[in-house]
Structures are given as structure tokens and as C-alpha cells.
Nanobody, 124 residues
Framework: QVQLVESGGGLVQAGGSLRLSCAASGRTFSNYAMGWFRQAPGKEREFVAAISRSGGSTLYTDSVKGRFTISRDNAKNTVYLQMNSLKPEDTAVYYC?????????????????WGQGTQVTASS
């Protein structure tokens, strides 16, 4: 089992920045590729970003490329999502997820463990 706890969400004006963190416990963190997903009210959960076990490979959905950066610190068992130039359409609950495997993936069904989520609101 892997336990994931997100933090760092909040309310920010459009154009602002937030950094989300996801702390993992329970198993060897470096065995898992990690991903961030989000779910806005009335919408399905969608992929945001993913990172490989080593941190050497990343994936992003098109709408966040150039604005968001995913990274990880295996020594601290933590994955991060730096979000810059936030837009109102980025407003959602953000979830981190872990999957057994070396590479990240865009499909939520490919992830084995999920956090409880953290709310991000970008106001216009």
C-alpha cells in the first residue's frame, strides 16, 4: 500500500502561482511513477502531468504545457506540481496518483493509488 497526501492548494488570482506537493508513505517511493490529475465540478477527472520513477521523463496535457512543471524528490518521497500563470479554467480538485512502473501514463485507470485531493481555485 502507498498512502498519498496532497497539500498546497488554495485560492489565487488569475496569473498567480501555486506549488502542490504530494507526500508518499508506505512503500519505496522510487518504485512508482507519479501523476497529477484534476477534476472540475461537473466534469470528469482529467490528466494533468506525469513523471517517471527516476524523474527523467515527464508528460503534460496540452493545456498546461509551458505553465506547469512536475518534479519529484525521491529522497523526500514527494512529488510536486509547480503551477504558474494560473487561469480560471485550472480551477479544480487536484489529485496525485502512483502507478507501479517506470514511466508515467495519461490514463487514470493505469494508476494504483490515489490521494484525497486538494482544491485549487484561480479567480478572474
Amino acid at each position: 500500500q502507498v498512502q498519498l497526501v496532497e497539500s498546497g492548494g488554495g485560492l489565487v488570482q488569475a496569473g498567480g502561482s501555486l506549488r502542490l506537493s504530494c507526500a508518499a508513505s508506505g512503500r519505496t517511493f522510487s518504485n512508482y511513477a507519479m501523476g497529477w490529475f484534476r477534476q472540475a465540478p461537473g466534469k470528469e477527472r482529467e490528466f494533468v502531468a506525469a513523471i517517471s520513477r527516476s524523474g527523467g521523463s515527464t508528460l503534460y496535457t496540452d493545456s498546461v504545457k509551458g505553465r506547469f512543471t512536475i518534479s519529484r524528490d525521491n529522497a523526500k518521497n514527494t512529488v510536486y506540481l509547480q503551477m504558474n500563470s494560473l487561469k480560471p479554467e485550472d480551477t479544480a480538485v487536484y489529485y496525485c496518483a502512483a502507478r507501479i512502473g517506470s514511466l508515467g501514463a495519461t490514463g487514470s485507470q493505469l494508476y494504483d493509488y490515489w490521494g484525497q485531493g486538494t482544491q485549487v481555485t484561480a479567480s478572474s
